[in-house]
């Protein structure tokens, strides 16, 4: 079975420009996260899909962020314009179907490492 | 304050050694502990997933979660060459969004 998937695995971008990162996450998976880790930092989530609904955008750090899931299944997260503070890796995680409060668990896609001059 | 806290390292030890890596955390809502492995270039993977308190043992691994003095713990016993990476502590509230600590960088020589 394939894991996460992502892509491209790297991006260089000069500031104002804009870039589109992609998530294919495993099959049948309803639950779709994206987390950025920013250089000497920690992990930190960004949204959480449900199928094609944004269930939780709470990290999401300003509209120059923009996340779909058309149809529920790959997901786009498009920064637009780029700015310096942007740079770091993107990671994508998928979990099966949510029941309740119950923690499922996560499986990562490798990044998406972006780095904006 | 951060919410987790952990030692970024890096920790070298001797192959065959045990391994003590741990967190701590402020958020009293936290139920659902991980501890991921992650190699260099790589995405992180799922060592160990414990809810509550207690301890989990998995092969070489073993998770302990104390709740009360908000403290976890991820043990690796004889540690080999290949178990150098980073290892992150992780935790929910059930509600799905992960929160992680920095990573702790673990090297393990031959």
């Known amino acids: 079975e394939a894991g996460v998937t992502q892509f491209p695995s790297h991006s260089v971008i000069e500031k104002g420009q804009t870039v589109t990162l992609r998530c294919d996450p495993i099959s049948g998976h309803d639950n779709l996260y994206w987390y950025r880790r920013v250089m000497g930092k920690e992990i930190k989530f960004l949204l959480h899909?449900?199928?094609?609904?944004?269930?939780?955008e709470s990290g999401m750090p300003n509209n120059r962020f923009l996340a779909e899931r058309t149809g529920g299944t790959y997901s786009t997260l498009k920064v637009q314009p780029a700015e310096l503070e942007d740079s770091g890796v993107y990671f994508c995680a998928s979990s099966q179907e949510t029941s309740g409060s119950v923690q499922e668990t996560q499986y990562f896609g490798p990044g998406t490492r972006l780095l904006v001059l | 304050q951060k919410e987790v806290e952990q030692d970024p390292g890096p920790l070298s030890v001797p192959e065959g050694a045990i391994v003590s890596l741990n967190c701590t955390y402020s958020n009293s809502a936290f139920q659902y502990f991980m501890w991921y492995r992650q190699y260099s270039r790589k995405g992180p993977e799922l060592l160990m997933y414990t809810y509550s308190s207690g301890n989990k043992e998995d092969g070489r691994f073993t998770a302990q979660v104390d709740k009360s003095s908000k403290y976890i713990s991820l043990f690796i016993r004889d540690s080999q060459p290949s178990d150098s990476a980073t290892y992150l502590c992780?935790?929910?509230?059930?509600?799905?969004?992960?929160?992680f600590g920095t990573g702790t960088r673990l090297l393990v020589s031959p």
């Open positions: 899909f449900v199928k094609e609904s944004k269930q939780d």
């Open positions: 992780a935790m929910s509230d059930g509600f799905q969004k992960l929160v």
